[in-house]
């Protein structure tokens, strides 16, 4: 499977898998710009499944564990194409630089802003944790442009709720393992294993695409800066919220 390309690689493990996938509201997709995917994550499936329904490549921001564990680093990098969170000191900054040159070229980049939680502790498939507001501080800078980078140009976020219908819930490893991998992260340090959430039938429901404006730009370099990021990151979680209780229940 090596030459073929992560979309091509989503959809062969998709068809493997048996899983039963639905799709909602697929117009709302932007199709020829740049596009920041933004979604809630719980299982290993997710990812695949959003490249799925976008019908196009996208580079994923994953947990920084994923890019040390072996076989689970040749997958989500080799295989799927995604680019793994460095360490918490060089984190933002090398997470800013990566997405931003990605997005310069048109491509779709994804990212799963509740973090760590939701992939190493069991939830319900219509629970959330609180976003982080990372993702909103990319797009609005991506979209201001910068010294080392020009502004890119009809950026949109668009939030994806991930929506569990029927699944089956195992384990894969000892949390305390991948503490080896990843000392830097504390929901590792305590026991218990790394939940495994298989869907097997799940509704991938598509938000409207939130397009950043000249005025949030505007906003972001003045001191309105940290409310515009706050109206961002709310809108896009609530949005998800709403789509994913819609197709829980």
């Known amino acids: 499977m090596s030459g073929n390309s992560p979309l091509q690689i989503s959809d062969w493990f998709l068809a493997s898998m048996g899983t039963k996938q639905f799709l909602y509201y697929e117009d709302r997709i932007p199709r020829d710009s740049a596009v920041l995917v933004v979604s809630n994550h719980r299982s290993f499936m997710d990812a695949p499944l959003l490249m799925k329904a976008v ?6 921001a994953c947990h920084h ?12 990098t080799g295989q799927l194409g995604c ?40 939830s319900q498939p219509y629970q959330m944790q609180k976003f982080q507001r990372g993702f909103a501080h990319l797009a609005i800078r991506a979209a201001a442009g910068g010294e080392i980078h020009k502004p890119v140009k009809d950026l949109a976020v668009l939030p994806v ?23 830097s992260e504390p929901l590792f340090d305590r026991a218990g294993w790394h939940p495994l959430v298989i869907y097997r039938r799940v509704a991938l429901l598509v938000g409207r695409p939130l397009w950043i404006t000249p005025q949030q730009v505007k906003q ?3 001191k309105q800066a940290k409310a515009v990021v706050s109206e961002l990151t709310e809108r896009c979680e609530t949005e998800i919220e709403t789509l994913l209780r819609q197709g829980c229940y």
């Not at 564990?65 to 989500?76: A, D, K, N, S």
């Open 55 to 60: 019908e196009r490549p996208i580079r994923f």
């Open 65 to 76: 564990y994923m890019g040390q564990v072996p076989v689970m680093r040749e997958i989500v």
């Open 161 to 183: 709720a991930i929506a569990s219908l029927e699944e089956v819930n195992t384990s894969a490893v000892p949390l305390r393992l991948l503490s080896v991998f990843d000392p």
């Open 83 to 122: 680019f793994p969170l460095e360490t918490p000191q060089y984190r933002q900054q090398s997470f800013f630089n990566q997405a931003i040159e990605l997005l310069q070229h048109r491509q779709v980049v994804g990212v799963f802003p509740e973090g760590t939680k939701p992939m190493v502790q069991f």
């Open 220 to 222: 972001y370099q003045g």
